[in-house]
Every structure is written in C-alpha cells, then in structure tokens.
C-alpha cells in the first residue's frame, strides 16, 4: 500500500513541481525541489524495504555451460499427482529443463527446452493460462525424466505443444 501511495505522489506532485519549478516564484520553486527530494528519498527508502523479487522463471538446478542447447520430444508421460515426462537422452544432457504447460480445453499442451541458457532468458511463449517451470533432468539408463509439478484429470489429453502430437501414457507394466 505504500508503494500504491508513492507512485500516486509521483504522479500528482512529479508534474506539478516541474510546472512550479519553470513557472513558480522563489519560494515556490524552492517547495518543488523539496518535495521532488522528499520523493526521492521515498522512493529509495522501499528500495531497501521491499528488496527486488527474483524472477519467476529462477533456476531451480544448477546448468552446466558444457551441456547441449536442445528441444527435447517427449515419448512418453505418467500421469498422477504429477506429470512425469521422459525421452530419450542425450549424450550430454543438460542437468535442467524448462516445462511451459499451457491448457487449452481437453488439452495439457507441453512445451521442452534444454540448454546452457535455461533461467537466463525469457520464454519465448507468452500466453496467458500458461506457467513456466525450471526443473532438474533424471536421467537413467539412457532416458532423461522431467516431474511436471501438475495434476492432470482423467480426461485431459496430455499434448506436445510444437508437433500437436499427443503424449503417449507410460504404462506401468513397460517399466
């Protein structure tokens, strides 16, 4: 609330002491500058009170810069209290991926990325109803496994969001 109220005071006042400073009498013009530096002081004061948040998109694994920029395509998923994504790895596969998971009707769309930059860029999706999750890469014996923080409902399809293909479901009997 009182940064709300600052930024209001920015507002009103910003304008109004700018118009006293070229137009106002002395006086007048010594209150703009006082008030522009009270503002000023305010302003950094919620600086060190509200100290910056850190992205939403923040690594949640360290990445490795050795590691190969890739897109990887999901062969198979389990559905339960998550979503648990696996393909086929890569020589050097990246110890983090991104997952942006957008729902569209009976759809779970997924969308995979891997490489050195992940947590450093902004993803190139910006729609709304989607989320963005940094997450660490298992992989074990040759296939590298993603948990999707997400429960999907029994009659959501779950969806590659480049090729528009559906997930197949990994059955436990495969395993």
Same mark, same amino acid.
């Given at each position: 609330?009182?940064?709300?109220?600052?930024?209001?005071?920015?507002?009103?006042?910003?304008?109004?002491?700018?118009?006293?400073?070229?137009?106002?009498?002395?006086?007048?013009?010594?209150?703009?500058?006082?008030?522009?530096?009270?503002?000023?002081?305010?302003?950094?004061?919620?600086?060190?009170?509200?100290?910056?948040?850190?992205?939403?998109?923040?690594? *949640? +694994?360290?990445?490795? @810069?050795?590691?190969?920029?890739?897109?990887? =395509?999901?062969?198979?998923?389990?559905? /339960? &209290?998550? #979503?648990?994504?696996?393909?086929?790895?890569?020589?050097?596969?990246?110890?983090?991926?991104?997952?942006?998971?957008?729902?569209?009707?009976?759809?779970?769309?997924?969308?995979?990325?891997?490489?050195?930059?992940?947590?450093?860029?902004?993803?190139?999706?910006?729609?709304?109803?989607?989320?963005?999750?940094?997450?660490?890469?298992?992989?074990?014996?040759?296939? *590298? +496994?993603?948990?999707? @923080?997400?429960?999907?409902?029994?009659?959501? =399809?779950?969806?590659?969001?480049?090729? /528009? &293909?559906? #997930?197949?479901?990994?059955?436990?009997?495969?395993?």
């Amino acid at each position: 609330m009182l940064a709300v109220s600052l930024g209001v005071a920015w507002l009103v006042l910003g304008p109004l002491c700018l118009w006293l400073l070229v137009r106002g009498r002395t006086g007048e013009r010594v209150g703009a500058v006082v008030a522009l530096v009270l503002l000023e002081g305010g302003t950094i004061a919620m600086g060190d009170i509200h100290p910056a948040m850190p992205p939403a998109h923040a690594v *949640a +694994a360290h990445v490795e @810069p050795s590691c190969d920029g890739r897109v990887p =395509v999901p062969q198979s998923a389990k559905v /339960g &209290r998550e #979503i648990v994504l696996t393909w086929t790895a890569a020589p050097h596969e990246c110890p983090a991926a991104e997952a942006v998971v957008r729902t569209q009707g009976r759809k779970i769309l997924v969308w995979l990325y891997e490489g050195p930059s992940i947590g450093r860029r902004v993803s190139v999706l910006a729609v709304r109803h989607q989320r963005v999750f940094t997450l660490p890469v298992r992989v074990d014996g040759g296939r *590298a +496994a993603l948990s999707v @923080p997400i429960h999907a409902k029994s009659h959501e =399809v779950l969806t590659d969001g480049r090729t /528009g &293909r559906r #997930i197949p479901e990994h059955s436990p009997q495969a395993a």
